[in-house]
């Protein structure tokens, strides 16, 4: 190569093996985690794992029910794969050689660089003003294959054998909407995203809009929150978990203790993966014998857990708005101090201390060590976390008015997975699509969106208008094209809104086609499994400590009933010129069903006004 005069930098660009290993595996030596952009290597770990060698075939979808693949909490640099260039110049359009330089971005595909560490990496190298896009098309190619070659690759090994593939796809910059609904059962935590709707939301919206029954959640686990957990914390944070559309619940840890041998070293409570010196982080809620204060109460909670689920699992999901979220993967604002969500971070304001930023001396030293390898680049400010904060007074107001909402993503939209006010994978519904603040859309989102907008389903705009594409490609002529469609639209019967909370949630209200409307603010929320045009199963949860009424117009018809989940109890709810009212203690729930015959084995123990008296007292 002879290079033309002025001076030049030459950047190589190269692929190696990772050497990752399994993290915390008790097998020694670990061997090496299997490489998810390369689909044979995938499905030949579950042949080697769980195949004809093993003689586990018998026992597919009996004893083995399926398998689970956890958080993708990778420690890379940059993840790649051999063919990446040819599947990128495939799927977006244009070659990624020339520009090449402008993806590396110092541990932009490491969990623990990026979550744990909290190091937001600025791009090592500039080469245009769009380099941004650049970067966004690499990380939705990477996002494709990863879906194709391990999400669905492992769900397809799973189905074809009676199994089920059960994962939490998220932890690095993916479409996780897709990546979730791509799992037999997707599954969420309360360990990620500060165990905040917006986190526990993904899922359930997953399952709603690819037609996935079950919804799990790794349960009752937050940083720095052991050994603090009570059976109120436990019902509460049930109460979270459902309201967010999760119907399977899955307890973080074990209940078996180790004492660790006859002397006994680790005292009567016994040694906890999940805590103690060898795991700084001191998460789970150690639900076991050992946590004498908590275990006693365990049976009555589980109860509770199983006649909820079992509602739960009924009818169709009846979601209200659907939000659009423009983004890669998930970053958001989840502040403790002050927050009006509860149980964020495990923490139940009038019982908990605020948490403590405490951090592990093994996580300084890291921090240390990482200082003294390479000079991590400045700091570069996350769009997410701006996008979030502006999001959160409008899903609180969502919430306060009883409007129930998910969220929806580009793939969905471009891919006939939502219909007119139907989500035909899930038998589903919802009432009208929100695009809050959204700097960006694809055309082919625009397009979808037009088509619903002139069936007659409501769209609203509100805050700032999406004003570019994401994408490199033809940038200049796409943006144009965005912001024409997006005026289009709006011509045509969309309307574009004020942002503030509580004109918006007004606005969406009145739009709203619903058997259920919440005529009073607070901290009751609620949940609606639709099982018939004229018959439904709602959740009713107040998530706050505080006893408080709230006061409901239902469209009403014989018979309606309550149920309460913790006691078993059963009886006819009584109206008012149409109206019903509930009291509500602190973090109590109750179910109401609408249209369905109320069982004889469940006669009614009390009346409503006996049992309104009750909570109020």
Do not use: C
């Not at 003689?55 to 009996?62: C, F, I, S, V």
């Not at 109206?579 to 109750?590: H, I, K, W």
């Amino acid at each position: 190569w002879d290079a033309p005069p002025g001076e030049w930098q030459i950047i190589a660009s190269y692929l190696m093996p990772s050497g990752e290993v399994p993290m915390g595996a008790a097998q020694k030596p670990q061997g090496f985690v299997v490489d998810y952009l390369r689909k044979p290597q995938v499905l030949g770990h579950y042949e080697y794992a769980y195949g004809k060698r093993t003689g586990l075939a018998a026992h597919y979808g009996k004893g083995l029910r399926g398998f689970f693949n956890d958080s993708l909490e990778f420690r890379l640099t940059r993840m790649s794969v051999e063919d990446i260039l040819s599947e990128f110049r495939a799927r977006r359009g244009y070659a990624l050689e020339p520009w090449l330089p402008a993806i590396y971005v110092e541990g932009k595909d490491s969990v623990y660089f990026t979550e744990i560490l909290d190091v937001r990496a600025a791009p090592e190298f500039s080469l245009t003003a769009l380099d941004d896009r650049i970067r966004h098309d690499y990380q939705k190619t990477l996002s494709d294959l990863v879906i194709e070659r391990f999400v669905d690759g492992s769900a397809a090994w799973a189905h074809n054998r009676g199994l089920v593939s059960r994962a939490q796809s998220y932890g690095m910059d993916i479409d996780i909407l897709r990546a979730l609904g791509a799992n037999t059962i997707p599954e969420t935590e309360q360990l990620w995203a500060g165990g905040s709707d917006l986190g526990l939301k993904m899922a359930s919206s997953a399952a709603v809009l690819y037609g996935r029954p079950l919804v799990s959640a790794e349960s009752f686990v937050w940083i720095q929150r052991d050994w603090t957990t009570t059976a109120r914390k436990l019902k509460a944070a049930t109460d979270k978990l459902l309201l967010a559309g999760v119907n399977h619940i899955i307890y973080h840890g074990t209940p078996y203790s180790w004492s660790g041998g006859p002397d006994k070293p680790f005292g009567e409570e016994g040694w906890s993966p999940f805590s103690g010196p060898q795991n700084p982080a001191h998460f789970s809620s150690i639900v076991g014998p050992g946590n004498t204060a908590l275990w006693p109460d365990v049976p009555e909670i589980n109860r509770y857990i199983a006649r909820s689920q079992n509602l739960l699992r009924q009818g169709k999901p009846a979601i209200d708005v659907l939000i659009y979220y423009p983004f890669l993967g998930f970053h958001g604002a989840n502040p403790e101090g002050g927050a009006t969500e509860p149980l964020l971070n495990g923490s139940l304001p009038d019982a908990d201390p605020p948490g403590a930023a405490i951090e592990s001396p093994l996580l300084t030293s890291g921090k240390k060590l990482l200082d003294a390898i390479f000079t991590v680049p400045a700091e570069h400010q996350d769009a997410r976390d701006a996008w979030v904060r502006q999001l959160q007074p409008i899903v609180r107001e969502l919430d306060a008015r009883g409007i129930s909402w998910g969220w929806v993503n580009d793939h969905a939209l471009q891919h006939g997975d939502v219909g007119v006010r139907k989500l035909p994978a899930s038998g589903g519904s919802y009432g009208a699509i929100l695009l809050a603040d959204a700097p960006m859309i694809e055309q082919q989102t625009l397009d979808a969106l037009a088509g619903l907008s002139a069936a007659g389903v409501p769209i609203v705009f509100s805050g700032e208008l999406p004003a570019r594409q994401p994408g490199f490609l033809d940038a200049e002529k796409g943006d144009g094209e965005v912001r024409q469609g997006v005026s289009r639209l709006i011509a045509a019967g969309a309307q574009h809104l004020s942002a503030q909370a509580g004109a918006l949630a007004e606005a969406l209200q009145s739009r709203l086609v619903s058997p259920l409307r919440h005529l009073t603010k607070g901290s009751i929320r609620s949940y609606r499994r639709q099982l018939d045009q004229d018959q439904d199963i709602i959740l009713f949860a107040n998530q706050d400590a505080g006893s408080t009424r709230l006061k409901i117009d239902l469209v009403a018809g014989p018979p309606l009933w309550w149920f309460d989940a913790m006691s078993g109890a059963a009886w006819p709810a009584e109206t008012a010129d149409g109206e019903l009212s509930l009291s509500l203690r602190g973090f109590e729930s109750r179910f109401l069903v609408r249209g369905v015959a109320m069982p004889e084995s469940m006669a009614a123990r009390e009346s409503d006004g006996a049992a309104s008296e009750h909570a109020t007292r």
